[in-house]
């Protein structure tokens, strides 16, 4: 059974940076689309990055040229350099991936801004 772990989150202040990890583990095989969603307090969870196994990536539009997604696909594992962030980029980040028909994902790593 695949599990996706999340690491990287924490609490820090507007303009920071954070790196968020996500390693799948429990399965051979690699996975043809990983990504990062988020749910900020209170609202819905939405898109923040993805990256297909192609290397073709994309953002949402609130956090572009501020995050970089990169993966690597051997290790089944994708990262989140999140730059100059700001009070509203706080939420709890959720990694996902995508095999076949399955999706996949993990439990979610706490990100908090502070002003």
């Known amino acids: 059974q695949v599990r996706l772990v999340e690491s990287g989150g924490g609490l820090v202040p507007a303009g920071g940076s954070l790196n968020l990890s996500c390693t799948a583990s429990?399965?051979?095989?690699?996975?043809?689309?990983m990504g990062w969603y988020r749910q900020p307090p209170g609202q819905q969870r939405e898109l923040v990055a993805d990256v297909r196994s192609t290397g073709a990536s994309s953002y949402a539009d609130s956090v572009k040229d501020r995050f970089t997604i990169s993966r690597e696909g051997d290790k089944n594992a994708v990262f989140l350099q999140m730059n100059n962030l700001k009070v509203e980029d706080t939420a709890v980040y959720y990694c996902?991936?995508?095999?076949?028909?399955?999706?996949?994902w993990g439990r979610g790593t706490q990100v908090t801004v502070s002003a």
């Open positions: 996902t991936a995508a095999r076949a028909v399955n999706d996949y």
């Open positions: 429990g399965s051979a095989g690699s996975f043809y689309y």
